[in-house]
Nanobody, 115 residues
Framework: QVQLVESGGGLVEPGGSLRLSCLAS????????VGWYRQAPGKQRELVAT???????NLVDSVKGRFTISRDNAKNTMYLQMNGLKPEDTAVYYC?????????WGQGTQVTVSS
């Protein structure tokens, strides 16, 4: 069973930046489409960024131009570079395959954007 561990969250002011990391226990990122999901308080979990096995990426409109998804297959690590953060980006961020698999959910990492 692949394990995914998210890190890099924190408290940041509006307009600030954070880089999230997702470390996998095996080479899942080179085999599957994977992505970053987030869940804000009182809202459903949503997929915000995808990176496919061929390296192509997709972002939801609300984060286009601000977020970048990437991966380093040699390190079994996926990243989410978040710039221009807004209060509405506040959420717990998770990584998982796309579509998600229940066994891959980790504890997530909290991102809070507030002044």
């Amino acid at each position: 069973q692949v394990q995914l561990v998210e890190s890099g969250g924190g408290l940041v002011e509006p307009g600030g930046s954070l880089r999230l990391s997702c470390l996998a226990s095996d080479s899942i990122f080179s085999r599957k489409a994977v992505g970053w999901y987030r869940q804000a308080p009182g809202k459903q979990r949503e997929l915000v960024a995808t990176i496919n096995s061929d390296g192509s990426t997709n972002l939801v409109d609300s984060v286009k131009g601000r977020f970048t998804i990437s991966r380093d297959n040699a390190k079994n690590t996926m990243y989410l570079q978040m710039n221009g953060l807004k209060p509405e980006d506040t959420a717990v961020y998770y990584c998982n395959s796309v579509p998600w698999y229940v066994g891959y959910w980790g504890q997530g990492t909290q991102v809070t954007v507030s002044s």
